[in-house]
């Protein structure tokens, strides 16, 4: 099986590929990145790797053929039959969720398979 997370280079989007490295670890599955913010690059698989050894070797990047990340997100659960989707969630104000919209709300309501989703670790000072 695999599983797709809800990549972006900030700090709830690598709260979602740790939650999904420990997730995957028992049966070794395959862990698939697509990004989940609009006109951005994931990076290189190496840069991955390197931050995330763990995953070496069963990690692939993919994006989906469509507009929104978030239908990118749930159109490559799909494809690929994932047991699972992960992202990450931060923190946003009603308002600016009626303004701009929520990739991870409609993540969950749109995804036909379970959805783990993750906070990343408060800041320390």
Known sequence: MTLVVAYADTPPGHAAVAAAVAESAPAQEVIILVPAVRGEALPELDAIVARWPEVGGR?????????????NVVQVAQRRDARLVVLGLRART????????????????????????????????
């Open 94 to 125: 009603p308002v600016g969720k009626l303004v701009f919209g929520s990739t991870a709300q409609r993540i969950l309501l749109d995804a036909t398979c379970p959805v783990l989703a993750v906070k990343p670790e408060p800041a320390t000072t």
């Open 59 to 71: 990690v692939e990047i993919e994006s989906g053929d469509l507009g929104d990340p978030s239908d």
